[in-house]
């Protein structure tokens, strides 16, 4: 339950310190990162509490992960690849917990 609580506090925190100006449009477009979600439908189960999601699934495979820290570099995928950066690092803090 905590693990979703903070793919919703996190980026919001994130759109109002960083894009305060357009923190609601900013905060959206990180919720929208979450249908990257949509690749545990291809596991079986589909939700497994022990299972570590990076690296498993297809969308949050490091290889992957690159590409959305590329997005950083331009501006008009910047706050889309942020939501998936951080919905990547709170996966992962799932993994060493």
């Known amino acids: 339950m905590i693990h979703i ?3 919703f506090i996190v980026p919001l925190l994130i759109a109002i310190i960083f894009y305060h100006r357009k ?3 900013s905060w959206l477009i990180m919720m929208l990162t979450m249908l990257v979600d949509l690749d545990h439908l291809l596991a079986t189960p ?3 509490p022990n299972r570590c999601s990076i690296g498993f ?3 949050h495979h490091p290889n992957i992960i690159a590409v959305y820290a590329l997005m950083l570099l331009f501006p008009k995928t ?3 690849g942020l939501g ?3 919905h990547m690092i709170l996966d992962g803090l799932d993994c060493v917990i």
């Open 78 to 80: 910047r706050i889309i």
């Open 84 to 86: 998936l950066l951080i």
């Open 46 to 48: 589909i939700y497994d």
């Open 5 to 7: 609580v903070f793919h």
């Open 57 to 59: 699934h297809p969308l």
């Open 23 to 25: 923190w609601l449009k």
